[in-house]
């Protein structure tokens, strides 16, 4: 038997909870990527801004190994973990969730995807088996890289964007400010005392670059806020991705694709293992509408910027913050303005 490490409930008045699910979502788009007339339907999944993708094709042992390993560093003891950490921002974090006072029940590691580029938190994390965690890590990001580059590539040839790579280079570029992060959701047996709330593992929020590739095992836990403001559970499928669209493909798509808020609820019994890889463009890369989606009539709707601005503005938010708003050109009749938090007090 497999003894789960959890972080101390310390801190556990500032963790928020919430209503219990009641049901999974049966409404989440699913693209076959093996599918002659994919483009079509990934676009038309984008607009919805989550969906799932099947048939990729993705080796099952790179996966199986990453999270085998994933538990090996999760179930430690907590002092060896702690030599990862804390976060700056690569490395072991606990608990507490970017700058600014956000926190939640989880562990986490949060990697570089260059492999060129290791930050000396991350040296302990690879310590006791740096040819076996690291080249599961590298592995993995190899091939969900790859999908990501051919996501947006379906994207473009889609949208009808001359060239095909003109999102997917992005990514591909050495430059990508792309990273990686594993998620522990330890069990939290103290959740039958909470009368049937849920406790916030990981707080609402966008992602803030272009595309973001989930995996997680059998545990439910993800919860989407649709458009009229109902979050609904998402169907755990350990064998299947799901492809978040980020702020930077919001802008870039002119508005016709929607970053969707998303949330991570804990479980009473059961660990949840997620592995997340977050395509971000080079770090000095315009963020700006694709030539094909303005003009004509059709204006930008949002402030050019770099995504360095973009993420400096964002690290210095709360999670639950709509990050877009100080970008936009002018107050748009949108969902996210109905329940919009006031900027730079959440991350």
Known sequence: ????????LD??????????PTSLFSGIPVVDLSDPEAKKHVVKACEFGFF???NRGFP??????????????FNSPQSEKDRAGPPDPFGYGSKRIGPNGDVGWIEYLLLN??????????????????QIFRSAVDDYISAVRKMACDILELVTEGLGIEPRDALSRLLSDEKSDSCFRLNHYPPCPELQALSGRNLIGFGEHTDPQIISILRSNSTSGLQISLRDGTWVSVPPDPTSFFINVGDSLQVMSNGKFKSVKHRVLADHSKSRVSMIFFGGP???????????????????????????????????SRLGDYRLGLFEKSVQPTDHHLVKAPLFSKD
């Open 60 to 73: 099952m042992e790179f996966i199986n190994r990453l999270e085998a390993e994933a538990l090996r560093f």
């Open 282 to 316: 080079p770090l000095s890369e315009k963020i700006v509408a694709l030539p094909p989606l303005v003009g004509e009539g059709k204006e930008s709707l949002y402030k050019e910027f770099t995504w360095c601005e973009y993420k400096k503005s964002a690290y210095n």
């Open 11 to 20: 801190h556990y008045s500032l963790i928020k909870t919430c209503n219990k």
């Open 1 to 8: 038997m497999v003894v789960l490490s959890q972080p101390a």
């Open 113 to 130: 995807t260059n492999p060129d580029v290791i930050s000396y938190k991350s040296h302990s994390i690879f310590q006791e088996n740096p």
């Open 52 to 54: 799932k993708v099947v």
